[in-house]
């Protein structure tokens, strides 16, 4: 659901876009990760778009990998998927002699951060070694070739906290507080060392929290609506008081496309709509939004938000200016918080099955894990 005024500001991206210097243009894409939340979308975005571009997608089925994401791609001759491991360096290789890439983008990742407290090491292993396996190729690979990009998707998270005030920028320094946080700093410093070093061209993006179709319901979005049309208890950490800027998936796509045509070698970008919230606010207008869909009284829905032990080093506040990106490429969001949110539950609500078997049992499983001892 894009209001009118949205519709006018993406006419007004693509003219600018377009009136940018291309500065890389990709015919042979290596997209990893691209069975998860944001990949999947990107792949969505750009295959139909791109018909002389060929996407291979490298991906290994994890967890929140997920091939339903991608049904709408079946058939299309300019797509290609690869189930297996970024870090394994024998398949790499192949990939890129077979395919001879241009162009990396790179999402694979282990990336939900209660996760990476429970088992820090896949994510070190992920991240890091997958991260750098990726970049030992590409640099090989490489060594001649005119024209070739690797992008890097990264997190605001490696920027650390904030506190009530102030933004993330392009010269923050890292201070990154979780595990998983931490993993992601690693193979940003990898990316920028491959550029210093060997001169690997590259481009870098950092964040902030996405939300959309397709998101694993792990996160908190999809959590929230998969929980409340069921009428079960909706776990808060801590005093609901935390603060995340939230950007909508197909927005994040757009500045992803942008970056990779028109962006500046080595250049580092921030992506973000700049839309904060509390946890508890967007929460109460998630259940809103469901009281009003499903015609439940309004505010019934409220009742089911569980405030739960905290998760621990919680970051309190990620908040990123955006104006790089927004002065130099001409990139501009579509969606802001409240229309973002509407389609969103709409698109949940709309895919019942999609939903359905995503909560499976493995699913169900971890949530009693997760929540056992704070008992939402
Ligand atoms: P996701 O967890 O939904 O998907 C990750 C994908 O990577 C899955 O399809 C999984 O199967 C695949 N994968 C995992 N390990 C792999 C391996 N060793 N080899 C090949 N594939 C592997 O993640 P997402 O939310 O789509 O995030 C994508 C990227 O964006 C990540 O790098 C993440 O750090 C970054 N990011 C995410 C957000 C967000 O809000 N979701 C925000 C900022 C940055
Ligand atoms: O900022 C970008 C990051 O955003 C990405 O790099 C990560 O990959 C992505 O997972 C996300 O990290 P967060 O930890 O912010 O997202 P999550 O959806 O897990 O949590 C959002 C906020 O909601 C956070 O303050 C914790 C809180 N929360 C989360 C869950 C799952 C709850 O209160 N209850 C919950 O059940």
């Given at each position: 659901?894009?209001?009118?005024?949205?519709?006018?500001?993406?006419?007004q991206?693509?003219?600018i876009m377009?009136?940018s210097?291309?500065q890389?243009?990709?015919?042979?894409?290596?997209?990893?990760?691209g069975a998860?939340?944001i990949g999947?979308?990107f792949?969505?975005?750009?295959?139909?778009?791109y018909?002389?571009?060929?996407?291979?997608?490298?991906d290994?089925?994890?967890y929140?990998?997920?091939l339903?994401?991608?049904?709408?791609l079946e058939?299309?001759?300019n797509?290609?998927?690869?189930?297996?491991?970024?870090?394994d360096?024998?398949?790499v290789?192949s990939?890129?002699?077979?395919?001879?890439?241009?162009?990396?983008v790179?999402f694979?990742?282990?990336?939900?951060v209660?996760?990476?407290?429970?088992?820090?090491?896949?994510f070190?292993?992920?991240?890091?070694?997958?991260?750098?396996?990726l970049?030992?190729t590409a640099?090989?690979?490489?060594?001649?070739?005119q024209?070739?990009?690797?992008h890097?998707?990264?997190?605001?998270?490696?920027?650390?906290?904030?506190?009530?005030e102030?933004?993330?920028t392009?010269e923050?320094?890292?201070d990154?507080k979780?595990p998983?946080a931490?993993?992601?700093?690693?193979?940003?410093?990898l990316v920028?060392?491959?550029?210093?070093?060997?001169?690997l061209?590259y481009?870098?993006s950092?964040?902030?929290?996405?939300?959309g179709p397709f998101?694993?319901?792990?996160?908190?979005?999809?959590?929230v609506i998969?929980r409340?049309?069921?009428?079960e208890?909706i776990?808060?950490?801590?005093?609901?008081?935390?603060?995340?800027?939230?950007?909508?998936?197909?927005d994040?796509?757009?500045?992803l496309?942008?970056?990779?045509k028109?962006?500046?070698?080595s250049?580092?970008?921030?992506v973000?709509?700049?839309?904060?919230?509390?946890?508890?606010?967007?929460?109460?207008?998630?259940?809103?939004?469901?009281?009003?869909?499903?015609?439940?009284p309004?505010?019934?829905?409220?009742?089911l938000?569980?405030f739960?032990?905290?998760?621990?080093?919680h970051?309190f506040?990620?908040?990123?200016?955006?104006?790089?990106?927004?002065n130099?490429l001409?990139w501009?969001?579509?969606y802001?918080?409240?229309?973002?949110l509407?389609?969103t539950?709409?698109?949940?609500?709309?895919?019942?099955e999609?939903?359905?078997?995503?909560?499976d049992?493995?699913?169900q499983?971890?949530f009693?894990k997760q929540?056992?001892?704070?008992?939402?």
């Amino acid at each position: 659901m894009l209001t009118s005024a949205s519709r006018i500001a993406f006419r007004q991206t693509s003219r600018i876009m377009n009136s940018s210097a291309l500065q890389h243009e990709p015919k042979r894409i290596l997209v990893t990760g691209g069975a998860g939340f944001i990949g999947s979308n990107f792949l969505l975005h750009m295959v139909p778009k791109y018909p002389g571009v060929q996407f291979v997608n490298l991906d290994l089925l994890t967890y929140a990998g997920n091939l339903l994401n991608l049904q709408r791609l079946e058939g299309s001759g300019n797509y290609h998927f690869v189930e297996g491991d970024i870090a394994d360096g024998d398949l790499v290789r192949s990939l890129f002699e077979e395919h001879d890439f241009t162009t990396v983008v790179h999402f694979a990742a282990e990336s939900h951060v209660d996760r990476s407290i429970s088992d820090p090491l896949a994510f070190v292993r992920t991240n890091m070694v997958g991260t750098a396996t990726l970049l030992e190729t590409a640099r090989h690979a490489w060594k001649n070739s005119q024209d070739v990009r690797f992008h890097h998707i990264s997190t605001d998270e490696v920027f650390g906290s904030l506190g009530s005030e102030g933004v993330f920028t392009e010269e923050t320094p890292y201070d990154p507080k979780s595990p998983y946080a931490a993993s992601k700093a690693g193979s940003d410093h990898l990316v920028r060392a491959y550029g210093h070093t060997y001169g690997l061209p590259y481009t870098l993006s950092n964040t902030s929290n996405n939300y959309g179709p397709f998101q694993h319901p792990e996160k908190l979005i999809p959590l929230v609506i998969l929980r409340c049309l069921k009428e079960e208890s909706i776990p808060m950490y801590g005093d609901g008081m935390n603060v995340r800027d939230w950007l909508h998936v197909h927005d994040h796509c757009s500045a992803l496309e942008c970056i990779l045509k028109y962006g500046r070698d080595s250049q580092t970008y921030l992506v973000s709509a700049e839309q904060e919230s509390t946890n508890l606010n967007l929460v109460q207008t998630l259940t809103d939004l469901i009281d009003d869909i499903t015609g439940r009284p309004q505010g019934r829905s409220r009742e089911l938000i569980t405030f739960v032990e905290d998760r621990p080093g919680h970051d309190f506040r990620y908040a990123i200016d955006a104006q790089h990106l927004r002065n130099e490429l001409g990139w501009k969001p579509q969606y802001d918080l409240p229309a973002g949110l509407l389609h969103t539950v709409r698109w949940y609500i709309e895919h019942p099955e999609w939903l359905e078997a995503i909560a499976d049992e493995s699913y169900q499983q971890y949530f009693e894990k997760q929540y056992l001892s704070s008992g939402p």
